[in-house]
């Protein structure tokens, strides 16, 4: 138990100073980083910065309305512990609604380039993965998506078949990807990555949101 306790102030300490950024846009679905988000602010105690396109409010896809903490230009990899994507149609750049935001998914392609060659995680789920296909960061690396072919629709130059996965949640390294349907396999993924509980309860944390056979008292500390 006093091996655990250090274990877990080491991994806070390694954490000062750095965020978890989630990206914040109309249409995005809300529900699907909900479970991670939880887990991440309340167990792991850390700070969690919404970040937009611009500093207008934006509204979710279940209608809540959110007004970013900062834009995505003051983010930097070096104060950036995680850099979560969340779904929605804007990712297939298809709907003219969402066309103020085109430009600006450019301009993050780049940026998630250079933070992964600085080894900063990212997780991406449903039609965010899109982008990290556009970007080329799915090549040689383990993934999943919506489905088999549904980045082929969406990132033209995605040409890694081989590397798909057919299942709710992938983490290769640094890059986490999660289907619309794996919300939380995604925050189970997102859990390990950061160390946010000790190794021997992520199982039981898994049975208790998926499956319902734990209960919150089987999780100490919670």
Request: hydrophobic residues 40%.
């Amino acid at each position: 138990m006093a091996t655990t306790h250090i274990n877990e102030e080491r991994s806070k300490n390694v954490h000062i100073g750095k965020y978890v950024y989630i990206l914040v846009f109309d249409g995005m679905a809300d529900w699907e980083p909900a479970i991670a988000l939880c887990e991440l602010r309340r167990r792991g105690q850390l700070s969690v910065v919404s970040v937009g396109f611009s500093k207008e409010s934006i509204t979710t896809m279940g209608g809540l309305k959110v007004t970013p903490d900062i834009t995505l230009s003051e983010i930097s990899y070096d104060k950036t512990l995680l850099l979560l994507l969340p779904g929605g149609e804007m990712w297939q750049k298809k709907k003219p609604e969402f066309r103020k935001y085109f430009d600006y998914i450019e301009t993050l392609e780049s940026m998630l380039i250079d933070f992964h060659k600085q080894g900063v995680p990212i997780a991406a789920i449903c039609g965010a993965t899109i982008t990290l296909a556009r970007a080329g960061l799915l090549r040689g690396i383990r993934h999943t998506s919506n489905a088999p072919g549904f980045l082929d629709q969406f990132a033209p130059d995605y040409c890694n078949e081989s590397d798909y996965v057919v299942d709710f949640a992938v983490r290769d390294g640094n890059i986490i990807t999660a289907n619309g349907g794996g919300s939380v396999e995604f925050a189970r993924l997102i859990i390990e990555l950061l160390k946010i509980y000790p190794e021997s309860q992520i199982e039981e944390w898994y049975q208790m949101f998926k499956c319902s056979k734990n209960s919150f008292s089987q999780l100490p500390n919670y």
